[in-house]
């Protein structure tokens, strides 16, 4: 009985990402009304937000192939310093896929050379520019998987393993912005077999699988995607250190006034209380110079 007439669905084991917790923290940040947001904090956050719709596109995708899988989403990895951010990991029982998603806008060339340039509308101007190469990233990924899958070898095995690393773990590059123009036309065969859209992706899982024999157990599967789950390391980002000297949204409620300096102009702030609008009621701090200088700085509700 073949992979795809067992009628199982995909399993998420992990479907969390740091993302989701950089865009909560700098949402926060920048205030429900925006807040005395920096335009640096309105583009990170337009990034961050760009960056998760990408990957939403393909969860959606792999939510609906109802084929037998195990997914997991922004895998963090780590072997004697070297490190490696894995956006998803899919183990199948025939092959595990590192993906690596680009939400890119613009349109993207793949040159001989396996460069990536990609073109744009700045306004009522065209530009070209290059970006790091998504196949070399993911090379690092898959290197990195290698060793520390090849720790829980013994001697022949680890050979055996090493020999045939790459006939079962693949390299992906998923675009997943539709309206993302792809030219491929002269880059080198190999890193062709790597790019591919989000719509295309579980039609590609598909294909491969129906062309091997060689299958792994659902036992082995399942032993294997919760490796990698237990290898995950869970991570510890102060996504708001570059803004601390712009914004203190979390200002203890007991903070004295004179201890407390304006992010914008550095004068000292007064306490206030807004008198209208959904904030009605709310303490801030608000800078002495004002109107000259509009600075605030939000109290945390006790």
Do not use: W
Not at 106 to 111: D, K, L, P, R, S
Not at 163 to 176: E, H, M, P, Q, W
Not at 242 to 248: E, G, I, P, S
Request: hydrophobic share 35%; glycine share 6%.
């Amino acid at each position: 009985m073949g992979l795809f007439d067992r009628q199982k669905e995909p399993v998420f084991l992990k479907t969390d990402s740091e993302a989701e917790k950089q865009l909560a923290a700098l949402r926060k940040l920048r205030g429900p009304d925006g807040g005395e947001s920096t335009s640096r904090l309105a583009q990170e956050i337009r990034i961050v937000e760009a960056g998760i719709a990408g990957e939403e596109r393909i969860l959606f995708e792999l939510k609906n192939s109802h084929m037998p899988m195990y997914i997991l989403h922004d895998l963090f990895l780590e072997r004697e310093g070297l490190t490696a951010q894995i956006d998803y990991l899919i183990v199948t029982p025939y092959d595990h896929f590192v993906l690596e998603c680009k939400n890119l806008f613009g349109n993207i060339e793949v040159n001989d050379r396996g460069e990536f340039i990609r073109t744009f509308n700045f306004g009522r101007e065209t530009r070209k520019e290059g970006i790091y190469s998504p196949i070399t990233q993911n090379r690092r990924h898959l290197e990195l998987i290698r060793q520390i899958r090849a720790d829980t070898k013994g001697f022949i095995g680890k050979a055996l393993f090493e020999k045939n690393f790459y006939d079962t773990y693949r390299s992906l590059i998923v675009l997943a912005n539709p309206k993302t123009v792809v030219n491929m036309g002269r880059a080198p065969k190999d890193v062709q077999a790597q790019i591919l859209r989000a719509d295309q992706l579980v039609a590609h899982i598909r294909e491969r699988s129906e062309k091997r024999s060689d299958r792994m157990s659902d036992k082995a599967t399942e032993e294997l995607a919760r490796f990698f789950l237990d290898a995950h390391r869970p991570q510890n980002i102060d996504y708001l250190a570059k803004y601390r000297k712009q914004f203190a949204s979390d200002l203890p409620k007991a903070a004295k006034p004179e201890s407390v300096v304006c992010p914008k102009c550095g004068a000292p702030m007064v306490k206030r209380k807004a008198q209208k609008g959904k904030n009605a009621g709310q303490e801030f701090y608000g800078c002495s110079r004002y109107p000259k200088c509009r600075g605030i700085l939000n109290i945390k509700p006790t």
